[in-house]
């Protein structure tokens, strides 16, 4: 059984950085491409960025405009989202997601497997 589990997630100030986790057991992580996403309340899952398998390629939503950085550890079975200067529009449940079978997808639905998510929280 695939199993993703986020942290990281906390309150933070308009500006300040996050660094979240995730860690994936269950199959072997390197087979996995891996995603995030964030929701935030009443609105769609928003695409993040994306990890291929051997850490090349990635990309990112257009909303980030170099501010998060996508990087994974195929060692650790962990995937990490860097986020910096972050926004007050950032407040939201931000997931993690893998799938054995895509190359590159930035649709939530392409994505087999989620963690249960982890908040962030962006005061201004």
């Known amino acids: 059984q695939v199993q993703l589990v986020e942290s990281g997630g906390g309150l933070v100030q308009a500006g300040d950085s996050l660094r979240l986790s995730c860690v994936v057991s269950g199959r072997p992580f390197s087979t996995f491409i891996m995603a995030w996403f964030r929701q935030a309340p009443g609105t769609e899952r928003e695409f993040i960025a994306y990890?291929?398998?051997?850490?090349?390629?990635?990309d990112y939503g257009d909303f980030v405009k170099g501010r998060f950085t996508i990087s994974r550890d195929n060692a650790k079975n962990t995937v990490y989202l860097q986020m910096n200067s972050l926004k007050s529009e950032g407040t939201a449940v931000y997931y993690c997601a893998a799938d054995a079978r895509l190359y590159a997808d930035t649709r939530s639905q392409a994505y087999e497997f989620w963690g249960q998510g982890t908040q962030v929280t962006v005061s201004s």
């Open positions: 990890i291929q398998r051997s850490s090349s390629p990635t």
